[in-house]
Every structure is written in structure tokens, then in C-alpha cells.
């Protein structure tokens, strides 16, 4: 606790100095980034997990020790690459403390080469510290592991297509996204065809419109109809017992959050960043993925679908702050920083998901 204080402190202090400052340097910045890492992977490693997902999957990865890689093959249905890669592990060593490790080292490494690609040395340390006390991180890495790892790949690709990158990294990462957990299949399509074809921004608002009509009305759950015998699994989660385990479906809160992220995006696109390409880019990726889970907001556990498009919400919030040369937002760069981490911390405790801090 004393060692955590200690660091949110230090990232506060850095946060409140000009750049390139005695403080506030790349030195500082790149060990304070080292030390947030180590802490959580220390936390991780002589931590009892007991989320509602963690113990099964540790269950197994130790069934896997003594599993050879044709049985693991013969029971395996889809998701290949977690599956090998956990069996992988295993063979070296299989304890639960690891594993734990083992997980956040795959979505910390994905994450902070997304935001290497994006922001300067004292912007990736803001943003990874965010990163790190942001709800869903902590579930990503502790919970539904599959979907954390998943969806740092899909942030991966979507910050190279957004940079315009033309690396093989980008397919390397939308067809391993789906190898990780199926429900990422459909998202990696869809950067795949943002990749070849550029869409306006009027056409992600008025198809996230539309999904959103079906959300709130409650059609999307007939059109999805129309496609069940191509949508794996989508019977299962939309029967009545997975429903009545996870409680209510096309939760009109969900939907609120959305259009609210949304709403701050599209406004500091208009006014602090004179409609900056790469910032759109940045909101089309969001809404098309929010779409997504719009479109499945009426099975259970629907909220993972939604946790693709959220865990662009750190990246959408402070870079209008990073990047914006509007008068007001340099006035005010290091109150407004200040404000954005209270606020970051301070939901966190609100939703009782700050794991790590």
C-alpha cells in the first residue's frame, strides 16, 4: 500500500512539472513506467486470484502439465493460440502465480506498444498509469483473460491502422486477436476493411445510430436471429438461463456510457483538434467496435463485447489534452492532467476495481 501511494504520488508530481524539467524527464518517466509495471507483476505474482473466471482457467493450465500437444488438439474447438501458448507455459512451469504473470506480460507488453506508437515518453507513462487503475484492466488481466489479451491485440492493429503503418504486424495481430478469444472474429474483419477502404465518420455515426435504435427497441435480438446458424455460441448466451445468471440485457447504462464517451470524443475533435485525422480515425475505431456491442447488447454477458470498444476510452479522453494547441487546453495542460487522473483513480474506487492500486 505504502509502495503504491508512493508511485501514484510520483506520478502526480511528474504530471504537475513542465517537461524536460528536472522532474519531468524521460529518465524519470521511462523508470516511474518500470516501477508501475513491476509492482502490478510483483501484485500478480503472490496474489490468490479468485475472480469469477481465473480459477477455472487455472484449473487448465495445470490440466495441461501432463497433456500432450495431439490430446490438447483433439480437445480443442477454437482459440488455438491461447490454448498453445498456455500448454506452452505449463511445460516450463506450471503454478498459478505464473500464469497470473504470464497474462498481464502479454496484455502490459501489447499496451504499452500501442501507446510507444502514439505518444511521447511523458504521455505513455500517463496513459499507462491510467491503463493501470482503469476498471477494465484489472479484469482483462485477472478475469476474462482470453477477451484482455484479445483485445490488446485489436488495440495493437487499430493504432497501426490509425498511423497508417503499412507492417505485417497489423495482419499478425487481427488474425491472432480471434486465436485468442472468437468473439474478437468480427472486429478483426472490420479493421480489415477499414484497412483497404476509407469510410467518413458520418457513416460510423449513423450505423452506431442505427445499432443503437436496436439496442434501445430491442430488435437487434431479431436480426441476430436471421444469423444464428453462422454466429457461434450466439444460442447459448441468449438462452434464458445464461440470461437470468447475468441479469438484464440492452442495459439502457451501457448504452448512456457509450453515447457519453462518444460525446466528449466528437466534441474535442471539433474543438480542440480542428477535426485531426488521426483522432477521427481514433473515433471510427470506437464506434464501429461500440456498434458491435450494440448489435449483441441482448445476450449475456454483453459487457465483454462493450469492453473492446472501452478500452479505447483512456487513449480518447487524454489525447485532446496531449495534443490539442487550443489556448485554453495549454493554459490549463497541467490542471486539466491533474483533474483527468483524480477522476481516472477516483471511478475506479467508485466501481471497486482499482486491483492493482
Same mark, same amino acid.
Given at each position: 500500500?505504502?509502495?503504491?501511494?508512493?508511485?501514484?504520488?510520483?506520478?502526480?508530481?511528474?504530471?504537475?512539472?513542465?517537461?524536460?524539467?528536472?522532474?519531468?524527464?524521460? $529518465?524519470?518517466?521511462?523508470?516511474?513506467?518500470?516501477?508501475?509495471?513491476?509492482?502490478?507483476?510483483?501484485?500478480?505474482?503472490?496474489?490468490?486470484?479468485?475472480?469469477?473466471?481465473?480459477?477455472?482457467? !487455472?484449473?487448465?493450465? %495445470?490440466?495441461?502439465?501432463?497433456?500432450?500437444?495431439?490430446?490438447?488438439?483433439?480437445?480443442?474447438?477454437?482459440?488455438?493460440?491461447?490454448?498453445?501458448?498456455?500448454?506452452?507455459?505449463?511445460?516450463?512451469?506450471?503454478?498459478?502465480? !505464473?500464469?497470473?504473470?504470464?497474462?498481464?506480460?502479454?496484455?502490459?507488453?501489447? %499496451?504499452? /506498444?500501442?501507446?510507444?506508437? %502514439?505518444?511521447?515518453?511523458?504521455?505513455?507513462? =500517463?496513459?499507462?498509469?491510467? /491503463?493501470?487503475?482503469?476498471?477494465?484492466?484489472?479484469?482483462?488481466?485477472?478475469?476474462?483473460?482470453?477477451?484482455?489479451?484479445?483485445?490488446?491485440?485489436?488495440?495493437?492493429?487499430?493504432?497501426?491502422?490509425?498511423? &497508417?503503418?503499412?507492417?505485417?504486424?497489423?495482419?499478425?495481430?487481427?488474425?491472432?486477436?480471434?486465436?485468442?478469444?472468437?468473439?474478437?472474429?468480427? %472486429?478483426?474483419? *472490420?479493421?480489415? !476493411?477499414?484497412?483497404? /477502404?476509407?469510410?467518413?465518420?458520418?457513416?460510423?455515426?449513423?450505423?452506431?445510430?442505427?445499432?443503437?435504435?436496436?439496442?434501445?427497441?430491442?430488435?437487434?435480438?431479431? @436480426?441476430?436471429?436471421?444469423?444464428?446458424?453462422?454466429?457461434? /455460441?450466439?444460442?447459448? $448466451?441468449?438462452?434464458?438461463?445464461?440470461?437470468?445468471?447475468?441479469?438484464?440485457?440492452?442495459?439502457?447504462?451501457?448504452?448512456?456510457?457509450?453515447?457519453?464517451?462518444?460525446?466528449?470524443?466528437? $466534441?474535442?475533435?471539433?474543438?480542440?483538434?480542428?477535426?485531426?485525422?488521426?483522432?477521427?480515425?481514433?473515433?471510427?475505431?470506437?464506434?464501429?467496435?461500440?456498434?458491435?456491442?450494440? @448489435?449483441?447488447?441482448?445476450?449475456? $454477458?454483453?459487457?465483454?463485447?462493450?469492453?473492446?470498444?472501452?478500452?479505447? =476510452?483512456?487513449?480518447? *479522453?487524454?489525447?485532446?489534452?496531449?495534443?490539442?494547441?487550443?489556448?485554453?487546453?495549454?493554459?490549463? &495542460? !497541467?490542471?486539466?492532467? @491533474?483533474?483527468?487522473?483524480?477522476?481516472?483513480?477516483?471511478?475506479?474506487?467508485?466501481?471497486?476495481?482499482?486491483?492493482?492500486?
Amino acid at each position: 500500500m505504502i509502495f503504491s501511494t508512493a508511485l501514484t504520488g510520483w506520478v502526480y508530481l511528474i504530471s504537475s512539472t513542465p517537461q524536460n524539467s528536472i522532474i519531468n524527464n524521460r $529518465y524519470n518517466v521511462n523508470f516511474v513506467l518500470f516501477c508501475v509495471w513491476s509492482y502490478i507483476s510483483l501484485t500478480l505474482f503472490f496474489s490468490e486470484i479468485n475472480t469469477v473466471d481465473m480459477p477455472r482457467y !487455472v484449473h487448465r493450465f %495445470l490440466s495441461y502439465e501432463n497433456m500432450s500437444f495431439s490430446t490438447l488438439m483433439r480437445i480443442a474447438d477454437s482459440e488455438y493460440l491461447f490454448l498453445i501458448s498456455s500448454w506452452l507455459l505449463s511445460k516450463v512451469v506450471a503454478t498459478p502465480n !505464473v500464469y497470473h504473470v504470464f497474462i498481464w506480460v502479454l496484455v502490459s507488453a501489447l %499496451l504499452i /506498444y500501442s501507446l510507444n506508437k %502514439l505518444t511521447s515518453s511523458w504521455e505513455k507513462m =500517463i496513459l499507462f498509469y491510467t /491503463y493501470s487503475v482503469f476498471f477494465l484492466t484489472a479484469n482483462f488481466a485477472t478475469n476474462v483473460i482470453q477477451q484482455g489479451v484479445a483485445a490488446s491485440l485489436l488495440l495493437a492493429a487499430s493504432i497501426l491502422l490509425i498511423k &497508417k503503418e503499412k507492417s505485417f504486424l497489423f495482419f499478425v495481430f487481427i488474425v491472432s486477436a480471434p486465436l485468442f478469444h472468437f468473439s474478437a472474429l468480427p %472486429l478483426s474483419l *472490420i479493421l480489415f !476493411v477499414m484497412r483497404k /477502404y476509407n469510410f467518413k465518420l458520418k457513416t460510423f455515426i449513423l450505423l452506431w445510430s442505427l445499432a443503437a435504435f436496436t439496442y434501445i427497441t430491442g430488435l437487434n435480438a431479431n @436480426l441476430a436471429n436471421l444469423f444464428t446458424s453462422f454466429i457461434p /455460441y450466439i444460442d447459448i $448466451y441468449s438462452s434464458q438461463d445464461r440470461i437470468s445468471g447475468y441479469g438484464n440485457v440492452n442495459r439502457f447504462d451501457f448504452l448512456i456510457f457509450s453515447f457519453t464517451i462518444f460525446i466528449i470524443s466528437f $466534441y474535442s475533435l471539433k474543438k480542440f483538434l480542428k477535426n485531426s485525422e488521426l483522432y477521427t480515425a481514433l473515433l471510427k475505431v470506437y464506434l464501429v467496435f461500440n456498434t458491435m456491442f450494440l @448489435l449483441t447488447g441482448f445476450l449475456a $454477458y454483453s459487457d465483454r463485447t462493450a469492453a473492446y470498444s472501452w478500452f479505447f =476510452i483512456p487513449l480518447l *479522453i487524454w489525447y485532446p489534452i496531449f495534443k490539442s494547441n487550443h489556448p485554453s487546453i495549454v493554459k490549463y &495542460k !497541467v490542471t486539466l492532467s @491533474l483533474i483527468l487522473l483524480t477522476l481516472f483513480v477516483g471511478f475506479s474506487f467508485v466501481t471497486q476495481s482499482l486491483m492493482f492500486f
